[in-house]
């Protein structure tokens, strides 16, 4: 019969006019014709009063098939009823009849040439085919179920329960040791043949309770010419782990289905068999089962041979096949002169990050851990979704879907809130930003897109960013075929959506120095050459002296803040010079403010030193496919905030090359012990200091600094501060010493100052 698309059936039927029963059978019979439980709900959604979100998937899953199905033909009939007539041209469709798509038809039947196989000649080695077999199929440790006896019925000859008690293992060293077939696997009739199952047994018995994995089925077909069933096998690339002749009139095809479980194994045999129906081969229903018997290869069968024709044949796994059995029907656009667009070019999208991305493109953001890619990718959802720049670059303004995969639904949120107060903005377009909580639901990103073009569809997203891709990955990363199968996800979304798809990815292991921006992603280059813009994140390595500038600022800043909210027109009493310079300004402060004012600056002049240790610098290289290449861009990683080096001080800093990892560590190590000294040495200066004040500028003794710094910490909390003997051996590292007489510090003369430079 003539193919008809369902889906224009169902335009004429009205599911808000349907029995419960009739809905039912509906969806009963679009998924017996091979389509989607989304094209169900697509369609029963114009039921408004009825519909529930997610009930069609449900009752979806219980749709397992009867000896008296629900078809195509049930939709015909109720179209037919609501004023649907065929097109002309066709028949009359009769209740039986089968209705179905072009998806899976890969062999024209018409044209297919039939590939002859050669039966072995005197030289056949019957046990190389079945130790060939044996190792393509099984572990060694595996059970194997096999039939040497039979019985007959109706002139058939018909196997009996037969063996499920040896390992391959065990074959396979019998096999080894004899020439003769029999030693391993018993006598058989010749006239019968033998059978092997092609799944592992648990030892307890031969049915499909019994089945262990369930990696394998059959496909086989008697009424085809057998040059054409290889044909038609070959064309179809089923991954076919063994091909046996029966010594009859078919092909045994042992094909790879990698199923988890019996509810997924019925259903990808299912899928194969319509698959393979569609393409002309009729298949025995039987052969659906796991624990089925297949002809087994090395022995003889009414004076022909039982052999295998051939091992790994076709795609290499199931999820391969599937991809590319899904992507045959050919929806590809014709190739078109550029002579008949040269005078009406096509507008380009418009830019979504001004000079970096444009709508509908995609980007990867790469960088090391700790690098704050996700706080990086939440900075830019709140710029697209305000309107404003993110970095340098100025975003366009508009709806933008954050899928987090990774933090709990309370993390994320406080992280979106954190962000918009560390950068100083006032929430105006909240409702431009959903966020989609996948933690612990994560799907395979195949499985991912559709589910989230589904629910995106008529959301008007002009940005979709997804953190992180690593919960998504199918397939091995290293791989490049199947990494550019999984980056096309990516481009589904774009397409259909009409939007960016922004996503990160980590970076290999070892330093990233010596490396390009194009090499530094971990996996496959398919990640950094895919995308249509590589941001890339480097750390950079900073110096002392670099922080101790930036500790100077931090104070600095953090006395004209005070300073401002205190007095007006301070800055009058003090030069430019001396508003850069923590030693002066802080004389300044001493001498401006009361106590109690003083130690509360010095507390937070000792917070903001702190908030700079944390500090950490990165760059950002770019390459990208619409635009120019721009400069390398520095900033700070200012925790949760990224803020650009506006000033300059990062620029000549060069990432360092290769380092071995013995050395990165020990510069590690030494980074640690620098940033807790200094932490100890701003601790003991603050102590110094405040007693100072409080005492008309005299030095406390050693036991009145200790007197002052467990004051301090208990005023803060801290349970933790110096012994009055730690302070006695501490004395020349903080650059003090006593005097002799007065018991009372003095600074060391290599030391003076007040240690806040």
Not at 7 to 22: G, K
């Given at each position: 019969?003539?193919?008809?698309?369902?889906?224009?059936?169902?335009?004429?039927?009205?599911?808000?006019?349907?029995?419960?029963?009739?809905?039912?059978?509906?969806?009963?019979?679009?998924?017996?014709?091979?389509?989607?439980?989304a094209d169900?709900?697509?369609?029963?959604?114009?039921?408004?009063?009825?519909?529930?979100?997610?009930?069609?998937?449900?009752?979806w899953?219980?749709?397992?098939?009867?000896?008296?199905?629900?078809?195509?033909?049930?939709?015909?009939?109720?179209?037919?009823?609501?004023?649907?007539?065929?097109?002309?041209?066709?028949?009359?469709?009769?209740?039986?009849?089968?209705?179905?798509?072009?998806?899976?038809?890969?062999?024209?039947?018409?044209?297919?040439?039939?590939?002859?196989?050669?039966?072995?000649?005197?030289?056949?080695?019957?046990?190389?085919?079945?130790?060939?077999?044996l190792?393509?199929?099984?572990?060694?440790?595996?059970?194997?179920?096999y039939?040497?006896?039979?019985?007959?019925?109706?002139?058939?000859?018909?196997?009996?329960?037969?063996?499920?008690?040896?390992?391959?293992?065990?074959?396979?060293?019998?096999?080894?040791?004899?020439?003769?077939?029999?030693?391993?696997?018993?006598?058989y009739?010749?006239?019968?043949?033998?059978?092997?199952?092609?799944?592992?047994?648990?030892?307890?018995?031969?049915?499909n309770?019994?089945?262990?994995?369930?990696?394998?089925?059959?496909?086989?077909?008697?009424?085809?010419?057998i040059?054409?069933?290889?044909a038609?096998?070959?064309?179809?690339?089923?991954?076919?782990?063994c091909?046996v002749?029966?010594?009859?009139r078919?092909?045994?095809?042992?094909?790879?289905?990698?199923?988890?479980?019996?509810?997924?194994?019925?259903?990808?045999?299912?899928?194969l068999?319509?698959?393979?129906?569609?393409?002309?081969?009729?298949?025995?229903?039987?052969n659906r089962?796991?624990?089925?018997?297949?002809?087994?290869?090395?022995?003889?069968r009414?004076?022909?041979?039982?052999?295998?024709?051939?091992?790994?044949?076709?795609?290499?796994?199931?999820?391969e096949?599937?991809?590319?059995?899904?992507?045959?029907?050919?929806?590809?656009?014709?190739?078109?002169?550029?002579?008949?667009?040269?005078?009406?070019?096509?507008?380009?999208?418009?830019?979504?990050i001004?000079?970096?991305?444009?709508?509908?493109?995609?980007?990867?953001?790469?960088?090391?851990?700790?690098?704050?890619?996700?706080?990086?990718?939440?900075?830019?959802?709140?710029?697209?979704?305000?309107?404003r720049?993110?970095?340098?670059?100025?975003?366009?303004?508009?709806?933008?879907?954050?899928?987090?995969?990774?933090?709990?639904?309370?993390?994320?949120?406080?992280?979106?809130?954190?962000?918009?107060?560390?950068?100083g903005w006032?929430?105006?377009?909240?409702?431009?930003?959903d966020?989609w909580?996948?933690?612990?639901?994560?799907?395979?990103?195949?499985?991912?897109?559709?589910?989230?073009?589904?629910?995106a569809?008529?959301?008007?997203?002009?940005?979709?960013?997804?953190?992180p891709?690593?919960?998504?990955?199918?397939?091995?990363?290293?791989?490049?075929?199947?990494?550019?199968?999984?980056?096309?996800?990516?481009?589904?979304?774009?397409?259909?959506?009409g939007?960016?798809?922004?996503?990160?990815?980590?970076?290999?292991?070892?330093?990233?120095?010596?490396?390009?921006?194009?090499?530094?992603?971990?996996?496959?280059?398919?990640?950094?050459?895919?995308?249509?813009?590589?941001?890339?994140?480097?750390e950079?390595?900073?110096?002392?002296?670099?922080?101790?500038?930036e500790?100077?600022?931090?104070?600095?800043?953090?006395?004209?803040?005070?300073?401002?909210?205190h007095?007006?027109?301070?800055?009058?009493?003090?030069s430019?010079?001396?508003?850069?310079?923590?030693?002066?300004?802080?004389?300044?402060?001493?001498?401006?403010?009361?106590?109690?004012?003083?130690?509360?600056?010095?507390?937070?002049?000792?917070?903001?030193?702190?908030?700079?240790?944390?500090?950490?610098?990165?760059?950002?290289?770019?390459?990208?496919?619409?635009?120019?290449?721009?400069?390398?861009?520095?900033?700070?990683?200012?925790?949760?905030?990224?803020?650009?080096?506006?000033?300059?001080?990062?620029?000549?800093?060069?990432?360092?090359?290769?380092?071995?990892?013995?050395?990165?560590?020990?510069?590690?190590?030494?980074?640690?012990?620098?940033?807790?000294?200094n932490?100890?040495?701003?601790?003991?200066?603050?102590?110094?200091?405040?007693?100072?004040?409080?005492?008309?500028?005299?030095?406390?003794?050693?036991?009145?600094?200790y007197?002052?710094?467990?004051?301090d910490?208990?005023?803060?909390?801290?349970?933790?501060?110096?012994?009055?003997?730690?302070?006695?051996?501490?004395?020349?590292?903080?650059?003090?010493?006593?005097?002799?007489?007065?018991?009372?510090?003095?600074?060391l003369?290599?030391?003076?100052?007040?240690?806040?430079?």
């Open positions: 019969m003539g193919q008809t698309d369902l889906l224009e059936l169902l335009e004429y039927i009205d599911p808000a006019a349907l029995e419960y029963q009739d809905w039912v059978n509906i969806g009963m019979a679009l998924k017996h014709e091979g389509y989607s439980a169900w709900e697509s369609w029963s959604r114009r039921d408004t009063a009825r519909y529930h979100h997610g009930e069609c998937a449900r009752k899953g219980s749709f397992n098939g009867s000896g008296t199905p629900v078809t195509g033909g049930t939709i015909v009939q109720m179209a037919m009823e609501h004023g649907w007539r065929p097109k002309g041209g066709g028949h009359e469709l009769e209740w039986e009849d089968t209705i179905s798509r072009d998806e899976g038809v890969v062999v024209d039947r018409n044209w297919i040439e039939g590939r002859e196989i050669a039966e072995p000649g005197e030289g056949w080695d019957p046990r190389k085919d079945l130790i060939t077999y190792e393509t199929l099984f572990e060694a440790s595996e059970t194997v179920g039939v040497t006896h039979s019985f007959e019925k109706d002139g058939k000859h018909m196997p009996t329960k037969g063996v499920y008690d040896k390992t391959a293992g065990q074959l396979l060293r019998e096999l080894y040791k004899y020439e003769d077939i029999g030693y391993a696997v018993g006598d009739n010749e006239e019968a043949g033998a059978w092997i199952r092609f799944n592992p047994l648990d030892g307890k018995g031969v049915k309770e019994n089945v262990t994995e369930f990696r394998y089925t059959l496909v086989e077909s008697d009424d085809m010419e040059e054409k069933q290889n038609v096998i070959r064309e179809l690339e089923l991954p076919v782990a091909l002749h029966s010594g009859g078919s092909l045994h095809a042992v094909v790879r289905v990698d199923a988890a479980d019996y509810r997924e194994y019925r259903n990808r045999v299912d899928y068999y319509k698959v393979c129906e569609k393409n002309g081969i009729k298949i025995d229903t039987q089962n796991p624990s089925r018997l297949s002809r087994m290869p090395g022995v003889m009414n004076g022909r041979k039982q052999f295998l024709v051939d091992t790994n044949i076709g795609k290499s796994s199931w999820n096949w599937y991809e590319w059995i899904e992507s045959v029907t050919d929806d590809l656009p014709e190739p078109e002169s550029l002579s008949s667009v040269w005078d009406g070019l096509p507008e380009l999208s418009p830019c979504l001004e000079g970096v991305l444009r709508k509908g493109h995609k980007m990867l953001i790469a960088g090391p851990s700790k690098a704050g890619k996700s706080f990086l990718q939440i900075e830019l959802c709140i710029a697209i979704a305000e309107g720049d993110w970095l340098k670059w100025h975003c366009a303004q508009g709806k933008v879907l954050y899928v987090n995969l990774e933090l709990d639904r309370a993390s994320c949120l406080h992280r979106f809130k954190d962000v918009y107060t560390a950068l006032k929430p105006e377009h909240l409702g431009n930003i966020i909580n996948l933690r612990g639901k994560s799907v395979p990103m195949d499985k991912l897109a559709p589910k989230l073009i589904r629910r569809a008529k959301k008007d997203y002009i940005a979709v960013i997804i953190d891709i690593y919960k998504v990955i199918t397939g091995d990363e290293n791989s490049a075929d199947q990494m550019a199968a999984f980056c096309n996800q990516f481009d589904k979304v774009c397409t259909e959506l939007c960016a798809v922004i996503y990160c990815h980590h970076h290999s292991k070892g330093s990233q120095g010596g490396k390009k921006s194009m090499d530094r992603a971990s996996g496959s280059g398919v990640f950094a050459r895919d995308p249509d813009a590589l941001l890339d994140l480097i950079l390595e900073t110096t002392e002296a670099l922080m101790k500038q500790k100077n600022k931090a104070v600095c800043a953090a006395c004209r803040n005070y300073l401002d909210r007095f007006s027109g301070w800055e009058d009493d003090v430019l010079d001396d508003m850069m310079s923590s030693v002066q300004i802080l004389e300044y402060c001493r001498k401006k403010l009361s106590a109690a004012q003083f130690t509360d600056l010095n507390a937070l002049c000792f917070a903001a030193a702190e908030r700079v240790t944390a500090l950490t610098a990165w760059r950002i290289d770019g390459t990208l496919r619409e635009f120019p290449k721009f400069e390398p861009v520095n900033l700070w990683f200012d925790y949760p905030i990224h803020r650009m080096d506006d000033v300059g001080v990062l620029k000549d800093i060069q990432p360092d090359a290769e380092k071995p990892v013995w050395q990165r560590g020990k510069e590690a190590r030494k980074k640690q012990g620098e940033a807790q000294r932490s100890k040495q701003a601790k003991y200066n603050m102590a110094i200091e405040n007693f100072r004040f409080e005492h008309d500028n005299v030095y406390p003794t050693v036991k009145e600094l007197e002052r710094m467990k004051s910490a208990e005023a803060v909390g801290e349970e933790k501060y110096p012994a009055e003997k730690t302070i006695w051996n501490s004395l020349k590292k903080i650059g003090y010493t006593t005097d002799k007489e007065t018991k009372r510090l003095i600074p003369p290599e030391k003076t100052g007040s240690g806040n430079e």
